[in-house]
């Protein structure tokens, strides 16, 4: 299997490079975000419970998002790989992915981190706020998503450094350009795949 974390802030881009990387290479997308906005916009009791912290920019509790990555693995047995996509957010997660991956024989690959500076993070965040509907698509709200982010999430990129399993690549440029530099450090797990 091929695990790919597409790490990053928010507004980094990881939703628009996760579309065109699982088009490309076939991997299941698991966003966390777009698995608790559908539970919100399905009203069930995880998303009522989910949505207090979102709107304020705050972290869902690891409980609750770990419990939805194990369903959803174990939704897709047959894949042959996973893109994470917003998860993991905090060492207690990534441990916890790291167990759920190892009972299932397979690890994480790569992490894929995407490199944006503050400025224009928030812009399209505020740009994308005019027209997402998200109630966190705003500047008050981004500025406390940086800070969870740099104090919760950073260290995870910190915990896969620890395996080499890191590579940043630049965040700004055209999408065109920055799926080109992700899907080249891709390829080379499924070439590998075919030599074995
Ligand atoms: N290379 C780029 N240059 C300029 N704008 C971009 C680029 N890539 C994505 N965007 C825009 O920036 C906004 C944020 O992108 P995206 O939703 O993919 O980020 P994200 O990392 O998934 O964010 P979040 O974690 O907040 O959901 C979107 O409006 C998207 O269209
Ligand atoms: N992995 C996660 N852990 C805790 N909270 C999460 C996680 N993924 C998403 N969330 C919550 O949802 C919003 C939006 O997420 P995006 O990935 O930016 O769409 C995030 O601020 C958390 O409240």
Redesign the pocket.
């Known amino acids: 299997m091929v695990n790919i974390i597409l790490f990053?802030p928010?507004?980094?881009?990881?939703?628009?490079?996760s579309d065109k990387i699982v088009a490309r290479f076939g991997l299941v997308h698991l966003s966390t975000?777009n698995l608790l906005r559908q539970e919100i916009a399905d009203k069930t009791p995880l998303g009522l419970e989910a949505q207090s912290f979102m709107d304020k920019g705050q972290l869902v509790p690891d409980e609750v998002v770990i419990g939805m990555i194990d369903t959803c693995l174990e939704k897709n047995s047959e894949a042959k790989g996973f893109l994470f996509?917003?998860f993991p957010r905090t060492v207690a997660q990534a441990e916890a992915l790291d167990k759920l991956l190892s009972l299932r024989k397979t690890a994480i690959s790569k992490v894929l981190a995407l490199d944006v500076s503050e400025t224009e993070l928030v812009r399209?965040?505020v740009?994308?706020g005019k027209i997402s509907g998200r109630p966190d698509d705003n500047e008050e709200t981004v500025m406390k998503r940086l800070q969870v982010y740099r104090n919760e999430t950073e260290p995870v990129a910190a915990h896969y450094a620890q395996l080499q399993k890191v590579e940043h690549i630049p965040?700004?440029?055209?999408?065109a350009e920055?799926f080109e530099a992700l899907s080249g450090r891709i390829a080379p797990f499924f070439l590998a795949k075919v030599e074995e």
């Open positions: 990053g928010p507004g980094s881009g990881k939703g628009t490079q975000g996509d917003g399209r965040i740009e994308r965040g700004e440029g055209s999408e920055i």
